[in-house]
């Protein structure tokens, strides 16, 4: 059971990049999916989250109108579109899949998901 995060990269403060999250199992289709980041000195702090259906999402207050996280069960692969990347932004950012107990707008913990991509680098420079 794997995820494999990639799209980092290095942006100008204002651009975009674009994350994708694909899991080799379609058992992940029916997970709530996260993305945490990781700043160098810091702990892994909440990004975004979308339940299995897509239905319900919900994001940390500083990432709140900039970033969008969506999925592609078809695919098993989820995404966060960020916009308006601040320098703030720059982070290792991991994609992580949940659990049936792992309830999206409740839980924001790194101990509410199971499974861990190996984390991709963003780096906002000014």
């Known amino acids: 059971v794997q995820l494999q995060a990639s799209g980092g990269g290095l942006v100008q403060t204002g651009g975009s990049l674009r994350l994708s999250c694909a899991a080799s199992?379609?058992?992940?289709?029916?997970?709530?999916k996260g993305w945490f980041r990781q700043a160098p000195g810091k702990e892994r702090e909440f990004v975004a989250a979308i339940s299995w259906s897509g239905g319900s999402t919900h994001y940390t207050d500083s990432v709140k109108g900039r970033f969008t996280i969506s999925r592609d069960n078809a695919k098993n692969t989820v995404y966060l579109q960020m916009n308006s990347l601040k320098s703030e932004d720059t982070a290792v950012y991991y994609c992580?899949?949940?659990?049936?107990?792992?309830?999206?707008?409740?839980?924001?913990?790194?101990?509410?998901?199971?499974?861990w991509g190996q984390g991709t680098q963003v780096t906002v420079s000014s």
């Open positions: 199992s379609r058992t992940f289709s029916t997970y709530s």
């Open positions: 992580a899949a949940g659990s049936p107990r792992t309830v999206v707008g409740v839980d924001v913990t790194t101990d509410a998901y199971d499974y």
